[in-house]
């Protein structure tokens, strides 16, 4: 006997994840440009002694992104080109977005602007923000 796994509701699930995504890309969020077609989902980690992001950016040549800092503000932008699709395609689902891409942190007033370090490995970009030492936590010893 075979049993079949039933969802009366993921026609409409999926009905409304497609319009919500469709909603964020042209939403005029500030990370994102105006020339933008897609934003890298990213990880921001914070330690003791740095910040770290890590944005998702398969299929883009570490050389073709560029991060700027300026005036407190990260950015990370660049493009993805479209795959060459052969002619003789019967059906196609896209959900891998191509094109320019443009996200935008705001620093804290702890991060080291001076020594922030990027690199790209296996489709993940990784930039690293160190804190600036006097703003980290100091143990102050009590005297008697």
């Known amino acids: ?14 009905l409304v994840n497609d319009v919500s995504r469709y909603l964020e890309r042209g939403s005029g969020d ?9 934003a890298p989902p ?19 040549d570490p050389d073709s992104i560029d991060v700027t800092l300026d005036d407190g503000v990260l950015t990370l ?3 993805r080109q479209a795959a060459v ?3 003789n395609v019967e059906r196609r689902r896209r959900e891998r977005a191509a094109g320019r891409f443009h996200r935008r942190f705001t620093l804290p007033d702890t991060a080291d602007a001076e020594a922030v370090t990027a690199s790209g490995r ?11 030492a ?7 010893a009590v005297t008697q």
């Open 1 to 14: 006997m075979n049993l079949i796994h039933y969802t009366p509701w993921a026609l409409h699930r999926d």
């Open 30 to 38: 500030d990370s994102n440009s105006a020339t933008a077609d897609w």
């Open 42 to 60: 990213v990880d921001i980690e914070e330690y003791p002694d740095r910040f770290v992001i890590f944005a998702d950016i398969p299929g883009v």
């Open 77 to 79: 932008s660049g493009s």
């Open 85 to 87: 699709e052969p002619a």
């Open 122 to 132: 296996l489709g993940v970009l990784e930039v690293q923000i160190p804190k600036r």
């Open 134 to 140: 006097q703003a980290q936590p100091r143990r102050i």
